[in-house]
């Protein structure tokens, strides 16, 4: 001991325009959605160009999910080097320009790792924007995270539709898909302008290449993997669901998809007024008790006016969990981009196991079972709702927890 003490941590920069910061953080959100959108479109056109059997397609779409879960450690260390804005300008560019990759693979190993280096830059560029959004979410003293992850579903979605309209088109999806990147890139740049640069303080420790998740992250992030594997279970299967166990056409089957992620879509959107008014732990009681009885709705389906309403409770149940889980790790300890990957890396991997365990659930008994499990993962969150108490904030805007030296409390900037 040498006397002598760390200096503070000088004050958090002030939002001099609020409203395009949150602006310019949403419309962030709704590119990351777009690139998802466009390739999730021209999957079919890979897979014939290819010649891929069902197997080597779906070991292909697992590498997305592998490189995400590798590289969203590293996000940390290039928020703390570069800050905030040039994180995010960089790794949503670099994720842009990863769109053009996967239709450019003249075979099944080279699709796989151009996928893995587009996971790798997805899973990047997720956690630099949340860790902002975090930000600007406490500096502005109200919830936005909601709002901020129904931007990216809406992004997907006006994204699809034009990757629809090509495929109709027949429009070879190797010139498709580089445009669209080429496009989403222009428009990443000016809107980046608009994000605060947030910094470290100055003798902060920069964060490891690779580490484990903080314990305190791991429970947020069991939250998160309770409502994204009834989210990944229900966009993969609710299709099958429909048309097998319900008897549903093939038209009503194959819109499954499209009716929940608007839902999805829609509450997210709506949802910071819910958070707002209810508080985090409220809000994801209801949302779990609405889900759970979606689930049951959808194990009792015999037909689809039963199933169909089920998904679309599930999907307006679990809708905001995942924005809050987000919010709550980046309250967690002087380094959120750390804590936000780790609890991206524990609700992502639910994503990537999801679909797998559903499928072999029902291989072994059958989907009405495979539904039995995700209604019960939509139970769990009223139990562990708590977890999220981080992201409550009182009516004056402050943290209902106490912060940290170097993570000082939002005040109230909306008005300004």
Same mark, same amino acid.
């Given at each position: 001991m040498n006397g002598t003490t760390a200096p503070p941590p000088p004050p958090p920069e002030p939002l001099s325009a609020p409203r395009r910061a949150r602006a310019s953080i949403a419309l962030v959100f709704c590119v990351h959605g777009a690139v998802s959108g466009s390739f999730v479109t021209r999957i079919p056109w890979l897979q014939d160009r290819l010649d891929l059997s069902t197997g080597q397609l779906g070991l292909a779409l697992v590498m997305p999910a592998i490189g995400s879960s590798l590289a969203m450690p590293l996000a940390g260390r290039f928020v703390h080097r570069y800050g905030g804005r040039a994180a995010v300008r960089g790794l949503i560019s670099l994720w842009c320009l990863a769109l053009a990759l996967p239709a450019l693979a003249p075979s099944l190993p080279v699709l796989c790792a151009a996928l893995l280096v587009y996971g790798a830059a997805a899973g990047m560029a997720d956690v630099a924007m949340n860790a902002q959004g975090v930000e600007i979410e406490e500096r502005l003293g109200r919830s936005i995270m909601s709002g901020l992850h129904g931007m990216w579903s809406a992004g997907g979605l006006l994204a699809s539709a034009f990757g629809i309209l090509a495929a109709h088109l027949d429009l070879d999806a190797r010139l498709q898909l580089a445009v669209t990147a080429l496009v989403l890139l222009a428009l990443a740049q000016p809107v980046?302008? @608009?994000?605060p640069d947030?910094?470290?303080?100055?003798? /902060?420790?920069?964060?490891?290449? $690779? /580490?484990?998740?903080?314990?305190?992250?791991?429970?947020?992030?069991?939250?998160? $993997?309770?409502?994204?594997?009834?989210?990944?279970? %229900? *966009? !993969?299967?609710?299709?099958?669901?429909?048309? !097998?166990?319900?008897?549903? %056409?093939?038209?009503?089957?194959?819109?499954?998809?499209?009716? $929940?992620?608007?839902? *999805?879509?829609?509450?997210?959107?709506? @949802? !910071? /007024?819910?958070?707002?008014?209810?508080?985090?732990?409220?809000t994801t009681r209801v949302g779990g008790a609405v889900a759970t009885v979606g689930g049951l709705l959808v194990v009792a389906a015999d037909s689809p006016a039963l199933a169909i309403p089920g998904f679309a409770l599930l999907g307006i149940g679990i809708a905001v969990i995942v924005p809050l889980a987000f919010a709550a790790a980046g309250r967690i300890g002087s380094n959120p981009s750390q804590a936000i990957a780790g609890v991206a890396t524990v609700t992502y991997t639910s994503g990537l196991i999801a679909p797998a365990v559903i499928g072999a659930l029902a291989q072994a008994t059958s989907l009405t079972v495979s539904f039995g499990l995700v209604t019960a993962l939509a139970f769990a969150l009223l139990l562990s709702a708590g977890a999220l108490r981080l992201a409550e904030r009182n009516s004056g805007g402050e943290n209902v927890t106490a912060t940290s030296p170097e993570k000082p409390s939002g005040k109230d900037l909306s008005t300004i």
């Open positions: 980046c302008r @608009g994000l947030i910094r470290a303080h100055e003798g /902060a420790e920069e964060p490891p290449r $690779f /580490a484990l998740p903080p314990r305190s992250s791991l429970v947020i992030g069991l939250v998160g $993997f309770c409502a994204v594997f009834a989210e990944g279970a %229900s *966009m !993969d299967w609710s299709g099958v669901y429909l048309r !097998d166990v319900t008897g549903a %056409s093939a038209t009503v089957a194959a819109a499954s998809y499209t009716a $929940f992620s608007l839902t *999805m879509a829609v509450s997210r959107l709506a @949802g !910071d /007024a819910a958070i707002r008014r209810l508080g985090a732990v409220r």
